[in-house]
Structures are given as C-alpha cells and as structure tokens.
C-alpha cells in the first residue's frame, strides 16, 4: 500500500492489526503513526486504551503483553513503538502475533532500517496487516511533493517558487512541511504561492539563490552571477560552497544529459533532466550556451571546490573568495 492509500484507509477507519512502518524516510512514517495516535481513540478512550513505548526502554515480551492487552470498555486497544529500531532481537517477534487479539491495533515506528522481507516476520505482517517502506525521496521529486502537498491544502505553487524552496531546504520533508506550513498560515486559500511569497514568508532572496545562479551561469550572465556569489560569501553560514557546488553540479549533469538526448519533446527532456517541464527551455537555453567539452570542463572545476570546501589545499581564504575563484573559473576557458 502507498502512504496515500494507508492515510486514506485510517481516515475512513478501516484499520489493519499492524502497522510496520520501515525505511529511510521519517517523514512518511510519523505522518502514519501519528494520524493513528491521534485519530483512533477519542480523549478519553486514551487514557485507558493507548500505550506508546520507545523501543530502547522495552523488549519484545513487554510489547506482546501490551499488545494482547483487552481494550477497557470495548473498542480498541492501540499500541505504539516509537524508535522501534532499537528495539532487540525484533525478528523473534514473529512468534507473539498469532496471539494478540483483533481489538488491538499495533504500531511499529522502524526508522532508518528495513526488516529482511524473505524472513519469517516480514511475511506475516505483510499477510496479516500493513508491512510499508518509507522511501527517501530524490532532490527532483521535492518540487511535485510540494506541489501535492500544497494542493491538498488548497494551495498552489509556480514551478520557481517551488524550486527555490527546494534549493534552500533540500529533502528533509519535516523542514521542508514546516516551512509550507508557515506559508499556509500567512497566505489566504487558494493563493497561487509565487516567489514573492517565498521571498517575504520564509526569508529565501528571490533575486539571490541557488536558482537564480544557475540562470546566470546558463546564460553566461557575469555581472549577476558575480552579485549571487558575493551575497553568497557575505552570507558563507545560509549558502555554504559545498552545497551550492553539489547544486551546480548537478545543473551541468542535466546539460550533458541534454547533449545526449534523443527524444527532444519537451516532456521527454523533462523526464530525462527530473525536472518541471516548464524548465526545460531554460536548460535548452544553457545547453546552447554549453558545448559537451565546456560541461565536462565545469564539471572539473565543481570537483576541485568540492575539495576546497572542505579545507583540502585552501590555505587563509575566505568563503567569498572562494566563490569568486569558482565563478572565475565556470565562465571563463
């Protein structure tokens, strides 16, 4: 089941003996586990009826008997494993689930590691209840996934809003909802959020970002993207190189996956870049500007200010310096 079905599924109360919830991303697995915390028992069935246990303060025996507990006054009795990873001796577990009651609802909260789904435990969650795997999301799904989220809410983004959110915040979804959250908080419904919006809500400059820098390189615009990369070293803690060299590293990857094309529609382009359709022209417009040599070059000169951003031969320079020279180097042979 997606995340969207579970959610779904619990909203309508239609709730599974177990949860597992598993994987790399603890976004998804808080969402889920928390709409069951919240939205199964009412306040006072609570008090009777909910145990949440953190996995480092309990063993396996402690959550089976929890778990084959009768809920007081009928309904259900639902129990919660948080940090269940650090849990011991969890595949064991197996041996208790045939044994708790259908009145119980269980919760496992398995960040950052998976069960082994040849093993015997894996197959019996799965055949008796929910066994879901939350998936780390690549940087190009974080604009769509603000996009969804924000729609479910009422809202909608321009694709450079939500790109410039995603240059600043990067993949952690919890910072990533919060900082929507306040957007959402501060804007009417059904606000189509611009860069303006972004720029006065959440402090990301609209003319000084990662986005805009790598317009300006595609482009071969020196004077602006000089202007980026002084901000960017006057304010070396919000921008530090090695995030923004990763950034532009891959904003010349796309380009030579554009040299090599061979479906040229603008869809196609968008699949083969991960990027909005409504960006390809901009990469087109770079790639002009970008022979397959001249990429490989930037490409090489990404790979030695990784290096200085992390202290390898740089001596007493300064984080603006160091932008300069890198800039220096990008846009010129």
Not at 55 to 70: E, L, M, N, P, Y
Request: proline share 3%.
């Amino acid at each position: 089941m997606t995340y969207e079905q579970i959610l779904a599924d619990i909203r309508q109360k239609k709730y599974a003996p177990i949860y597992f919830l598993m994987g790399e991303e603890p976004y998804f697995i808080d969402m889920i586990s928390d709409t069951l915390e919240d939205e199964v028992l009412d306040e006072t069935e609570k008090a009777f009826n909910q145990i949440v246990v953190y996995g480092r303060d309990v063993d396996i025996d402690t959550v089976a008997t929890h778990a084959k507990s009768f809920s007081m006054m009928g309904g259900y009795m639902v129990v919660i494993v948080k940090e269940a990873q650090d849990l011991k001796n969890i595949e064991d577990f197996d041996k208790y689930l045939d044994s708790i009651p259908p009145t119980t609802i269980l919760v496992f909260d398995y960040k950052y590691k998976k069960l082994d789904k040849r093993r015997a435990l894996a197959k019996k969650i799965d055949k008796m209840g929910v066994l879901f795997e939350s998936k780390k999301l690549y940087e190009n799904n974080i604009p769509g996934w603000i996009q969804s989220y924000l729609s479910d809410k009422g809202y909608g983004i321009t694709p450079k809003a939500a790109q410039m959110l995603t240059d600043y915040l990067g993949t952690d979804l919890h910072k990533v909802r919060n900082e929507l959250e306040k957007l959402i908080i501060a804007l009417p419904k059904a606000k189509k959020i611009d860069d303006g919006d972004v720029e006065r809500n959440i402090g990301i400059s609209k003319d000084f970002n990662p986005f805009e820098l790598q317009n300006a390189l595609g482009s071969r615009d020196v004077l602006k993207a000089n202007r980026i990369v002084n901000y960017f070293g006057d304010n070396a803690k919000e921008y530090p190189l090695l995030v923004t060299a990763i950034t532009l590293y891959g904003f010349y990857t796309k380009l030579l996956k554009l040299h090599y094309a061979t479906d040229t529609s603008q869809n196609a382009l968008a699949s083969v870049l991960g990027v909005n359709p409504f960006f390809v022209r901009d990469y087109q417009a770079a790639a002009r500007n970008h022979s397959i040599a001249e990429c490989v070059r930037c490409i090489g000169v990404l790979r030695e200010f990784d290096l200085k951003s992390k202290g390898y031969q740089v001596g007493d320079v300064s984080p603006k310096d160091l932008y300069r020279e890198m800039i220096f180097k990008l846009l010129h042979n």
